[in-house]
Structure formats: structure tokens, C-alpha cells
């Protein structure tokens, strides 16, 4: 019999070791339970940590209904006293015992015969979680001494996997939760109002995006490169209905011509040479989506005319497939290009640049919108004071007016670079001119100015001024702001310098 209990506890042990499913394992227990120490009806019965009633976990030997009906308060009958004590209890026949319930009726077919009901209780440190039950054949008035040891040490090794479990749920919620704060924050990072601007220009090409983030049609995003079309897409999409949905990004430029088909559409395995397994594209990763095709002009012909059948039929081919495979993508593309010229020039495709251009959006340069100059400047110097740790209050007048007079050819991004670049090299309490590129300090402002007297030099740049702004905010209200004027004194000035509006 002692041989039965070591292979018992061996196999016990092995089945709680190598079972990543608690379930599982412990079938597997009550299994050894029956087949080498011929005990019957086994039960694993755990603490419902919501309700404080105890359920049976895993029974052997009973059918689903009868395991459905094992449900007990702490300290109703057997299994409730055992976990309410923390002691084990030998019911020697249990269809004498008052105290034994069979709420589970799995022993109504008795028939005579007699069993011992073993119960102990199942901890994970003091705290009782559960108990292991048993059915046992009568011995009469025998101890059962030796059964409870060795149950007793099987609940302290299902004790053991019962908290694996629980650490692993907590680990999984944790996950979970970090995951969705994760989602949320990065919705955040990307809302509309996270856009650093002030002027005019740019609130009206943000309003066209947000009508549009609102819809399902492609969107095309023009502009020199570092105005943040980027930037721009993914608040299109995270204002979208798609925004729990992936949003997958592809830099057409990065991307050799002979790998871009590839890593949109995917291959099978086989394909070409050193293509050993399957591979899925950028737009089944995409799917219910939205995908990102950033620089979309570099895109070659033949690769074009896969992505309008894409547009057109909602369903590609992987590269060495014979399968069509569908597909619900939103596109949201970007370019630096004159897509229309190309097309022009036949670098382009016409059908192409239709179905993309659904609802264009042009980004203007950082020297079309200097005003938020100052407000890009402040964020960047918050931005990379954190990551360096530094404490810099923001910028000296003399370098802001360089910063607002220099023309900025890489948009956004090249203010960023300056910035981070001064950030670090600063050592004093504000970022002055010799904190910044030499490129800016030796740049001379060119100003266009008519006349020789100062009064003339004057009039002539109020003129032009007023004249630019007129141009581009086309109402004297934008106009008066940008230039920061009141609208009576832009109006006095106009008719002082006899302008047209």
C-alpha cells in the first residue's frame, strides 16, 4: 500500500508540474484517485471569492448535473464545516451521518452498501480556499489516519496551484488593464486637440479632418515633408468609428520596390526563394481598420494597380496564392508629391488618384503659419526638458525672433530637431541665439522693402503685410488677428494705404 501512495503522490505531482490548465490537473488527480488508491467519487470543491459560497471546481465520478448541484454556504455540511474549521473530517458511513448532506444526489443508488466520505481542507497560506473530498470503501471502525495524511498533503499541493492560478488571473487583468490604458493613452496622444496650433490656417484645415474622421472615405494628406501628416492621420483615425480597430502604417519610401508587394499584400509559403513560411500583409493586419500608406508617390506602377483593385474589389491575392482574400480597410494616404503632375507625367495612375483623393487635405508649411512658432517652441522645450531632465523656463526674445525669421524648409520636425538640440546644449535658466544651429544665426532675413527714410521702409512693409495677409485669410477679421491688430485699425490702414480687399 505504501508503494501505491508513493506512485500516487509521483503521479500527483507530475500532473500538477505539467498542466498549465488547473482544471485539467486536477481531473488528473482525482483520476489517480480512483485508479491507484481506489478511492471513488472525488471532488474538488473551491470558494467562490464573489459570492463566499462554495462550488464543486472538478468532481470524479459525477455527471455534470450532479456537479451543477454541489453548491454550500461556508459551514454547511461536511465540506462547509471543513472549510469553515480549516479541519479534516472522516464520515466512517456516510448514509448515517445527519450531518452529510449529498446535496449533489450522485448517492441515492447506494443499495446498502456503506462508504467513507474523507474531507480536508484545501489553504494557501491560513487562508482556506477550498476542500478535497473523497468517497471511500467502509473499513468499519478502522482509522483512516493514513487516507487523511496523504489527502492532506495532496490539498497543500492543490492549495499551491490554486494560488499559481490566482497569481496568473491577477497577472492577466493586470495585462488587460494596462492594455486598455495603453489604447487609451494612446487615443489621447492622438486627438485633434493634442495638434499644437493658434492660427487660423490650421483650424480650418483641422475642421476638414474631423467632418471627415466621422466617415469611411479615403483621405488624402498633402504637404512638405514634417508638417505632420502623420500626426494628422492617426487623429483621423482615433476619432473614427475604426478607432478600437488596428492602424497599421507603411513608409511606401523606406521600402525597397521589390519587398513593398510583399509587405502589403503578404506571400504563401513558397512563394519565391527563402519564403518558408506564410507570411500576412500589411492589409489583413489591417483589417476593420485603417491603414497608413505614408509617401504613397513612391509606390511603383505594377504596385499601384494591385492596391486600386484593393479599393475597387475589397479583396487581394497574397503573392503565391490562389485564394482571393477580402478585406474591410479604410486607406489614409500621404504625400509631399504633386500626385497631379504625375499623373500627368504618367507616374501616376489616374484610376488611382481618384480613389485615393476622396477627400484631400493639404498641410501648410511652418513658414505659412510662424503664429504658432512660439506655441510649438514651448512644447517642444516642456517636451525634451522632461526626457533630459532639465528645468529651461523656454527661450531668450533675440532667439525667438530668430526662430520666427527663419523659413523652416523641414516644417515641424526641423523646429523639433532645433529644439531638442538646444535643449541639451543650454546652460542657462532660457535657450539664447548660441544655443542654437548656425544655419539660423548667419540666415539673414530678406525684407522686400521700397523707399529710403525709415517712414518709407516702414509703409512699404505695412504694405505688404497687410496685402499677405488680405491674400491668404481672405476676411480682415483672420487678417487683423495674425497681424495683431485690431479689425478698426486694419481697416484704417487699408484705406490709409489705399489697398484692395
Do not use: W
Amino acid at each position: 500500500m505504501r508503494d501505491l501512495k508513493v506512485k500516487a503522490l509521483s503521479e500527483i505531482s507530475g500532473a500538477l508540474a505539467s498542466a498549465l490548465d488547473l482544471e485539467r490537473a486536477l481531473q488528473s488527480i482525482l483520476k489517480v484517485f480512483s485508479d491507484t488508491l481506489e478511492m471513488q467519487r472525488g471532488t474538488v470543491t473551491l470558494v467562490d471569492p464573489r459570492t463566499g459560497e462554495l462550488h464543486i471546481e472538478v468532481a470524479h465520478g459525477l455527471s455534470r448535473e450532479e456537479k451543477a448541484r454541489g453548491r454550500y454556504k461556508i459551514g454547511e455540511g461536511i465540506t462547509g464545516k471543513v472549510v469553515e474549521t480549516g479541519e479534516p473530517m472522516v464520515v466512517k458511513d456516510m448514509g448515517a451521518e445527519p450531518l452529510f448532506l449529498n446535496r449533489t444526489q450522485a448517492r441515492q443508488d447506494l443499495k446498502g452498501r456503506k462508504f467513507a466520505f474523507l474531507c480536508v481542507p484545501i489553504k494557501v497560506g491560513n487562508k482556506v480556499v477550498g476542500a478535497l473530498s473523497v468517497d471511500h470503501h467502509f473499513k468499519g471502525d478502522i482509522s483512516y489516519e493514513e487516507d487523511i495524511k496523504l489527502l492532506t498533503i495532496i490539498a497543500a499541493m492543490v492549495g499551491q496551484a490554486v494560488k499559481i492560478r490566482e497569481l496568473a488571473e491577477k497577472d492577466k487583468q493586470a495585462v488587460v488593464a494596462e492594455n486598455v490604458r495603453l489604447k487609451e493613452q494612446i487615443k489621447g496622444k492622438f486627438k485633434f486637440g493634442n495638434v499644437i496650433y493658434t492660427s487660423p490656417l490650421m483650424e480650418t484645415v483641422l475642421e476638414g479632418a474631423r467632418q471627415v474622421a466621422q466617415s469611411q472615405a479615403n483621405v488624402l494628406l498633402c504637404g512638405e515633408s514634417g508638417t505632420g501628416k502623420e500626426l494628422v492621420a492617426s487623429a483621423i483615425h482615433f476619432a473614427s468609428p475604426r478607432a478600437d480597430k488596428p492602424m497599421v502604417k507603411v513608409a511606401c519610401a523606406a521600402l525597397p520596390e521589390n519587398l513593398i508587394e510583399s509587405e502589403l499584400f503578404g506571400y504563401e509559403r513558397g512563394a519565391f526563394t527563402g519564403a518558408s513560411e506564410r507570411k500576412i500583409g500589411r492589409f489583413e493586419m489591417a483589417n476593420q481598420g485603417t491603414l497608413f500608406l505614408d509617401e504613397i508617390g513612391d509606390l511603383p506602377l505594377a504596385t499601384q494597380v494591385k492596391l486600386l483593385r484593393v479599393l475597387q474589389e475589397k479583396e487581394f491575392d497574397r503573392l503565391g496564392g490562389t485564394q482571393s482574400i477580402k478585406v474591410d480597410v479604410r486607406l489614409i494616404c500621404a504625400t509631399h508629391r504633386d500626385l497631379q503632375k504625375m499623373v500627368k507625367e504618367g507616374k501616376f495612375r489616374e484610376d488611382l488618384f481618384y480613389r485615393i483623393n476622396v477627400f484631400p487635405v493639404t498641410l501648410p508649411s511652418l513658414r505659412d503659419r510662424k503664429e504658432d512658432v512660439p506655441l510649438l517652441v514651448a512644447h517642444f522645450t516642456h517636451k525634451y526638458n522632461k526626457e533630459n531632465g532639465k528645468k529651461i523656463d523656454g527661450v531668450s526674445r533675440a532667439a525667438l525672433d530668430l526662430l520666427m525669421a527663419y523659413d523652416f524648409p523641414g516644417n515641424v520636425r526641423e523646429l523639433e530637431n532645433v529644439i531638442e538640440r538646444a535643449v541639451v546644449v543650454c546652460q542657462k535658466d532660457l535657450i539664447s541665439p548660441k544655443d542654437l544651429p548656425a544655419n539660423l544665426l548667419t540666415k539673414e532675413v530678406e525684407i522686400k522693402a521700397e523707399g529710403t527714410t525709415l517712414p518709407q521702409i516702414v509703409e512699404s512693409i505695412e504694405k505688404q503685410k497687410i496685402t499677405e495677409a488680405l491674400e491668404k485669410y481672405k476676411t480682415q477679421r483672420k487678417a487683423a488677428k495674425v497681424l495683431g491688430l485690431t479689425e478698426r485699425m486694419l481697416g484704417y490702414k487699408i484705406q490709409k494705404y489705399k489697398l484692395q480687399v
